[in-house]
């Protein structure tokens, strides 16, 4: 999972923050800030949405890790949602009723946090389709 995630996080972040044009970090330390203050007045508000997005990314691939969870948890009590929702089915005979309750409480998360992000998600998605 952080194989895969850090490498294509790092590649998303790179190109946001070379997005940012260079001459706004130029105006603003003739204006007085320091690299440090430019990089955080400047820099991060204008990249935000591809914060977001990177974040959004790897909190889903975090979530939807299941097999490392199956393989890894050592008890029921360490063991994600994902998991909980696989137990449901015993003998070839799943117990529809608390699947889909257990299913639909572990969306919550997920819905959730793409309701407080998502102006800055699309933001993010489309910084780069025009140019």
């Known amino acids: 999972n952080t194989a ?3 490498p294509f996080s790092t590649w998303m972040l ?6 940012v ?6 105006a603003a330390t003739i204006d007085g800030l320091s690299r ?4 955080i007045k400047i820099a991060l508000p204008l990249t935000m949405p591809g914060l977001v997005t990177t974040a959004i990314y790897t909190f889903v691939t975090a979530w939807n890790e299941f097999i490392f969870a199956l ?14 929702l696989y137990s449901w089915e015993k003998n070839n ?5 608390y699947l889909m309750a257990t299913a639909s409480v572990a969306t919550v998360p997920t819905v ?3 309701l407080l992000v998502r102006k800055r998600l699309t933001a993010g998605l489309m910084a780069g389709a025009i140019k």
Do not use: K
Not at 36 to 39: V, Y
């Open 14 to 19: 790179i190109g946001f923050f070379r997005s």
């Open 112 to 114: 959730l946090l793409f």
């Open 36 to 39: 440090l203050q430019a990089m």
């Open 21 to 26: 044009p260079v001459e706004l970090e130029e």
């Open 4 to 6: 895969v995630t850090i």
């Open 93 to 97: 005979i799943v117990e529809w009723n």
């Open 71 to 84: 393989v890894l948890a050592p008890n029921r009590y360490m063991q994600p949602i994902t998991i909980a």
